[in-house]
């Protein structure tokens, strides 16, 4: 049998769910406390990395500010005249 990313994930459910069955209370209240410490750490890890490609995006935008504002001081080039520089 191929093994697919939804029938694991379905065998972990199927796994936990056996072990949660033959686990105590007690045991269960720390699992607990564990899973959902486990969601929110990687809750904010999602948040992060949003808050890390915002910055990328302000950067990149910051950047063609700088790419611009060379045009209007210096202007550019036409094609033809960077393919020869580089050799093409």
């Known amino acids: 049998m191929l093994t697919t990313e939804t029938s694991t994930h379905s065998d972990v459910r199927r796994s936990l769910i056996q072990e949660i069955e033959q686990t105590s209370d007690y045991v269960l209240s720390e699992v607990l406390d564990f899973l959902l410490f486990v969601r929110a750490k990687h809750s904010q890890d999602d948040l992060n990395a949003v808050s890390y490609e915002?910055?990328?995006d302000l950067e990149d935008i910051a950047d063609a500010k700088v790419a611009?504002?060379?045009?209007?001081?210096?202007?550019?080039?036409?094609?033809?005249s960077l393919k020869t520089e580089i050799g093409l």
């Open 68 to 80: 611009l504002a060379s045009i209007d001081s210096e202007g550019t080039i036409s094609w033809e």
């Open 54 to 56: 915002a910055d990328e």
